[in-house]
T-cell receptor
């Protein structure tokens, strides 16, 4: 499928478990982003990547790890999930100087 | 640090009425975006405003940007129920990283 996809769409996990959220885009956009969306906070940037093998922290990076070995993929890993990481996670991508295109989101619940 | 404030955060209006959503930001930027989000869905791009004085219109929505005042507005004309959604503005953080800072969103409900 063309565009930007995320998997899984829904995930329930237990506190302390490692979880990886996947993001894949077919446009070969340089930039990719991970956001979390929580009531009362809007969207907050977790990590972003300007190109393969180039990543940097956003506003709320603690507890998360990213990698980008290929341009089209940008996985987000929660190394030891906590209840405060229960959220909706959105991946986005953009070519230079243009709006960001968002994936469908992953709803993560940590019990 | 760039801060983006939207107001109002909640807006309930009747069909046929006009209203404006405001987006203020704290530091210099010349790129601003408006997104729409329906409940349980992803964000959809509405407008890209790239310069001072930019105005874009799509149907009953019109967005404008005043970079000197650090203000963007999203004007709704003759609202209809289908416009019910949450609207976000996002401002480019400059520095070449393409990072955006989002406002908290305005939840719009259009009542018949």
């Amino acid at each position: 499928d063309a565009g930007i996809t995320q998997s899984p769409r829904y995930k329930i996990t237990e506190t302390g478990r490692q979880v990886t959220l996947m993001c894949h885009q077919t446009w070969s956009h340089s930039y990719m982003f991970w956001y979390r969306q929580d009531l009362g906070h809007g969207l907050r940037l977790i990590y972003y990547s300007a190109a393969a093998d180039i990543t940097d922290k956003g506003e709320v990076p603690d507890g998360y790890v990213v990698s980008r070995s290929k341009t089209e993929n940008f996985p987000l890993t929660l190394e030891s999930a906590t209840r405060s990481q229960t959220s909706v996670y959105f991946c986005a991508s953009t070519p230079d100087t243009y709006e960001q295109y968002f994936g469908p989101g992953t709803r993560l619940t940590v019990t | 640090e760039l801060k983006v404030e939207q107001n109002p955060l909640f807006l309930s209006m009747q069909e046929g009425k006009n209203y404006t959503i405001y987006c203020n930001y704290s530091t210099t930027s010349d790129r601003l975006y408006w997104y729409r989000q329906d409940p349980g869905k992803s964000l959809e791009s509405l407008f890209v405003l790239l310069s001072n004085g930019a105005v874009k219109q799509e149907g009953r929505l019109m967005a404008s940007l005043d970079t000197k005042a650090r203000l963007s507005t999203l004007h709704i004309t003759a609202a209809v129920h289908d416009l019910s959604a949450t609207y976000f503005c996002a401002v480019d953080n400059q520095g070449g990283s393409e990072k955006l800072v989002f406002g908290k969103g305005t939840k719009l409900t259009v009542n018949p």
